[in-house]
């Protein structure tokens, strides 16, 4: 079985491999490509896997790190700015569309609990698909890129009450009692069980976990860190699953306890390579799974529903984008980008039929509505680019006003926050832009928290990590760490893969800074090149020269070195000839200094002696 398992899954990868990158190419989108893959090598397919079951348990983790992750980035305060928009556009959402489903389900036959569950799995809309389209548009910080925001993280944050109300609907309908033999393992206690379990995990996460991830991170060893990430996912799902709930519950609970550690962004960036894996994994099984019986057998019937599930959709989306005064254009975005229904539908369907409140037949026809949803999305956008926005953009279209709340300043990431990077964020914050600080010293983070700073662990020479932060989006990435090939590497690694993105780097000395310059780095400071001019110039007020003289003299020669770091940059690479330039140049600059002085000395007006003293009967005191 477990040969079977194993040849499953490469399988799986190999035809991901094939098909996955060939979508993105086309524009449909990755979770598309999981799909079809799934369904080419599915029993619809060429055969190759027949049983989904034997590699569901490991796929379906990929949905519970994904809930983990999206905990991590709920943030009770940040969603209270938000309440406005939850209330007026992410509820009315949820709950109108859940509504219309669940009439159209029991029109179909579907008694009022299953209906229930059908209406609120397909109120989901894909995290995946609108995120990622999200970003490829580049729309995070428009109207339609917020307003889809806010309503996919009230459906995330809609799924720990529907789980937990899963047990509830069973109770009700008699359904757990029938399938556990008598012994009814989803009674009402089970309210009260989650409230204590919550308050234990709560109580756990700001006691215990903090200090166990402050102490595996003072080891400096990365492994352990993600053996540790992996630990609290597994742990928080076990904990759930072993009072009869879902272990997605569990795991995103375990993420929103998390959310405001300054060691989340060391765990997303260790986790998501476990998420992205497992969760195509997820879609290549949904795929497999697909009950295309279902649709070969009443193909106008599920082509009908899907249409009027799409359709509730776009008209409960528009209509709430109308009522918020979005423009046209926006309105119409916002509605095809969460027309479908979501990966959460697949959990939540599975869920009910394990509780035995959604029927197998049922959980079929719906598991393909879903999926055909999904699959409609990238066409519809497409529809959408091709022939909806060139209408649109005419000569008469008044142009769409500006989002009142757009960000006044720029978002700015610092790498290490030591001395050199404290400095820095307090100018820059000063001026209004927004700091994201990261540093990979447990024991400078403690110290900082003490003075009410928020300062993330984590390494920001890694890739996952910097994406994490948000790197794709800042204005600006300031590398304040230690260690001159670790600037390097970073400042690569940034310049690589986020060309746009202004570097304002710390050197080690010129030769750092030139390696520097040569990566495009936007703005340079070697660490104690003004430390050290600065000191000069009070050493020449201690010696005797005026404040104004020594801060001339000061700025003299920083202007000169500045000069002398540029123009030296071109013969970087052949020795002999740079050094014979600096040698030039360091005597060139004694000479214009000296001119310098004695020009000054020269200008100088000599003050006339004073008088000598007349001569007294007494003497004078020695």
Same mark, same amino acid.
Do not use: C
């Given at each position: 079985m477990a040969g079977d398992t194993l040849l499953a899954v490469v399988i799986l990868l190999v035809v991901a491999v094939a098909l996955v990158p060939l979508f993105k190419w086309l524009g449909l989108g990755t979770v598309l490509g999981y799909l079809v893959a799934g369904v080419a090598v599915g029993p619809f397919g060429f055969r190759l896997i027949t049983d989904a079951e034997s590699i569901r348990s490991v796929?379906?983790?990929?949905?519970?790190? %994904?809930?983990?992750?999206?905990? /991590?980035?709920?943030?009770?305060?940040? &969603?209270?700015?938000?309440k406005d928009k939850v209330v007026g556009m992410g509820l009315p959402q949820l709950l109108g569309t859940a509504v219309l489903v669940a009439g159209v389900a029991m029109a179909l036959?579907?008694?009022?609990?299953?209906?229930?569950?059908?209406? &609120?799995?397909?109120?989901?809309?894909?995290?995946?698909?609108?995120?990622?389209?999200?970003?490829?548009?580049?729309?995070?910080a428009t109207d339609t890129g917020r307003a889809s925001l806010v309503?996919?993280?009230?459906?995330?944050l809609a799924v720990i009450p529907i789980l937990a109300l899963i047990p509830v609907l069973a109770a009700t309908s008699g359904a757990s009692v029938a399938a556990a033999g008598g012994g009814n393992a989803y009674g009402w206690w089970m309210a009260l069980l989650i409230i204590v379990g919550f308050i234990a995990v709560t109580l756990a996460a700001r006691f215990l976990i903090n200090p166990l991830m402050r102490w595996v991170a003072t080891t400096k060893v990365p492994e352990a860190f993600t053996a540790l990430g992996l630990l609290l996912v597994i742990a928080a799902a076990f904990a759930t699953q072993s009072l009869g709930l879902s272990p997605a519950l569990g795991a995103f609970v375990g993420g929103v306890l998390l959310a405001d550690s300054e060691y989340r962004h060391e765990l997303e960036s260790n986790l998501e390579p476990f998420k992205g894996l497992l969760l195509g994994l997820f879609f290549i099984t949904v795929g497999v799974g697909i009950a295309f019986g279902v649709l070969l057998s009443e193909p106008l019937k599920v082509i009908a529903i899907v249409a009027i599930i799409v359709g509730i959709k776009v008209a409960v989306l528009y209509g709430l984008a109308t009522f918020f005064r979005m423009h046209l254009a926006d309105r119409l975005l916002i509605a095809l980008l969460l027309s479908q229904a979501g990966e959460f539908a697949f959990v939540l369907l599975q869920v009910g039929r394990t509780a035995n409140i959604v029927p197998t037949?049922?959980?079929?026809?719906?598991?393909?509505?879903?999926?055909?949803? %999904?699959?409609?999305?990238?066409? &519809?956008?497409?529809?959408f680019d091709k022939f909806i926005i060139p209408r649109l953009n005419t000569a008469s279209q008044k142009p769409a006003e500006l989002p009142t709340d757009l960000p006044q300043s720029h978002s700015v990431i610092v790498l290490g926050y030591g001395r050199f990077g404290q400095i820095v964020t307090r100018l820059l914050r000063a001026q209004g832009h927004s700091m994201t600080l990261i540093d990979d010293d447990p024991a400078q983070i403690d110290l900082v928290k003490r003075f009410g700073v928020k300062v993330f662990y984590g390494d920001g020479g890694r890739l996952d990590m910097l994406r994490a932060a948000g790197a794709a989006e800042a204005e600006m990435i300031v590398i304040a760490v230690?260690?001159? $090939?670790?600037?390097?590497?970073?400042?690569?690694?940034i310049r690589r893969h986020f060309p746009k993105v202004k570097i304002a780097a710390r050197a080690i000395d010129r030769s750092h800074a030139h390696q520097? %310059?040569? /990566?495009?780095? $936007?703005?340079?400071?070697?660490?104690?090149?003004?430390?050290?001019?600065t000191l000069g110039e009070k050493a020449l007020k201690a010696l005797g020269h005026s404040a104004e003289d020594a801060r001339r003299l000061a700025a003299a020669f920083e202007e000169? $070195?500045?000069?002398?770091?540029?123009?030296?940059?071109?013969?970087?690479?052949?020795? $002999?000839?740079?050094?014979?330039?600096?040698r030039r140049s360091t005597e060139m600059l004694d000479r214009v200094m000296q001119a310098d002085r004695e020009q000054a000395e020269r200008t100088i007006p000599v003050e006339p002696a004073a008088p000598a003293p007349k001569p007294s009967a007494t003497p004078a005191a020695e």
């Open positions: 796929s379906e983790f990929g949905v519970v790190i %994904m809930l983990f992750l999206i905990g /991590l980035e709920v943030k009770p305060r940040e &969603l209270w700015h938000l036959g579907s008694s009022w609990q299953t209906a229930f569950i059908i209406g &609120l799995s397909i109120a989901m809309s894909s995290t995946a698909i609108a995120i990622q389209t999200i970003q490829q548009r580049s729309i995070t309503i996919l993280l009230v459906q995330d037949a049922d959980g079929e026809l719906w598991a393909v509505v879903v999926a055909l949803s %999904m699959a409609l999305t990238p066409f &519809l956008l497409l529809v230690a260690n001159g $090939d670790r600037i390097l590497a970073t400042a690569k690694l520097l %310059m040569a /990566l495009g780095v $936007d703005a340079i400071e070697r660490e104690t090149f003004r430390g050290a001019i000169h $070195d500045e000069r002398l770091l540029r123009e030296s940059y071109e013969l970087r690479g052949d020795r $002999d000839a740079y050094i014979g330039f600096v």
